[in-house]
């Protein structure tokens, strides 16, 4: 599989708890990019990686947020604490050097209740 | 004021009918630009990339044009099957940067037989 990977799909957890998702993006892309979505709405930028590096965050990742890309390859999005605000698709995406290559996941499903 | 809007927001057009959609934008100077397909609980899939000295591009049935000057764009469907409801998110990229990407809201296609 040669796509942007995310893991889980779908999460469901109770107010209050932490929550960890997985992207593996394209192999040879080094650039990683989280997003939130929520219905109706175009993706929303939480923050940027290139290589290991968190180069950029937006002011929508609260202290509660957490990203990180230790050798560069994966990245994991912690939520600690969650709340029902936090309900939404947060998406991966990964590009190459070149500008055209921009690719996401399927995204991962959060429902906080 | 969001940088990309989208229009219309929503439609419902008949199995087989054709239908475009319209993207108008502010980023300036810009990158590229992309229509990218959003079905339902999953991420946007690429449809067409044009760069700002390009006037249309095709994916099979999906055609967009784009117009440098008055910074608009539109996604034309022919002969829409149902598979084609989804939404249609019109992203802009910026000539500075590939990690702020302007996105829209999507345009919501229902296809109905």
């Known amino acids: 599989d040669t796509g942007v990977s995310q893991d889980p799909r779908h999460k469901i957890t109770k107010r209050g708890q932490n929550v960890t998702f997985r992207c593996d993006p394209i192999s040879e892309h080094n650039r990683l990019y989280w997003y939130r979505q929520t219905l109706g709405q175009g993706p929303e930028f939480l923050t940027y990686f290139q290589n290991e590096a968190q180069l950029e965050k937006s002011r929508l990742l609260s202290d509660r947020f957490s990203a990180e890309r230790p050798k560069g390859s994966f990245s994991t999005l912690e939520i600690q604490r969650t709340e029902q605000g936090d309900s939404a698709m947060y998406l991966c995406?990964?590009?190459?050097?070149?500008?055209?290559?921009?690719?996401f996941g399927s995204g991962t499903r959060l429902t906080v209740v | 004021k969001n940088q990309v809007e989208q229009s219309p927001q929503s439609l419902i057009i008949l199995e087989g009918k054709n239908c475009t959609l319209q993207c108008n934008y502010t980023v300036s100077p810009f990158s590229n630009l992309r229509w990218y397909k959003q079905d339902t609980g999953r991420g946007p899939v690429s449809l067409t990339i044009m760069t700002f000295s390009e006037n249309t591009k095709s994916n099979g049935r999906y055609t967009a044009t784009l117009d440098a000057d008055t910074k608009q764009s539109s996604l034309h469907i022919t002969a829409s099957q149902l598979s084609d409801s989804a939404s249609y998110i019109c992203v802009v990229s910026p000539s500075y940067g590939n990690n702020r990407l302007a996105f829209g809201k999507g345009n919501q296609v229902v296809v109905i037989p």
């Open positions: 995406a990964s590009s190459g050097t070149g500008k055209n290559g921009y690719t």
